[in-house]
């Protein structure tokens, strides 16, 4: 049977023949957070986290309420900057700056036979 667009890249990623409901171990090429990283920050600071592994390859971009509507998400932005910040730079956007990705470029990379 045909793999979905999905197991072929955790097949990859994994370097197992991974398929629908199998629990695999593989490492991102880019993970991608959004405005919730807040809340998560205070999980790292509560922990005593000091550094984030494969901080180059953490995307944190604003998305829900930018530029912000109100004190609350203006604070929430701001704890977001100061994480990436202090965690030695996950890479930072908002909608407005839209960082910019190589997608075509990104899913080259994987050498999967798409089709």
Do not use: W
């Not at 604003?62 to 932005?77: E, G, M, R, S, W």
């Not at 930072?92 to 190589?102: E, V």
């Amino acid at each position: 049977m045909p793999k979905t667009f999905s197991e072929k890249i955790l097949s990859t990623k994994s370097g197992v023949d991974a398929r629908a409901g199998q629990i695999v171990t593989a490492a991102p090429d880019l993970y991608l957070s959004h405005d919730n990283s807040a809340a998560i920050s205070a999980h790292f600071i509560k922990l005593g986290v000091e550094r984030v592994k494969y901080h180059d390859r953490i995307l944190i971009v604003l998305d829900h309420c930018v530029p912000a509507a109100d004190f609350k998400h203006a604070t929430n932005h701001q704890t977001i900057r100061k994480f990436c910040e202090s965690f030695r730079g996950p890479t930072f956007g908002d909608a407005i700056t839209r960082p910019r990705i190589d997608a075509d470029e990104e899913i080259r990379s994987l050498k999967l036979p798409l089709f």
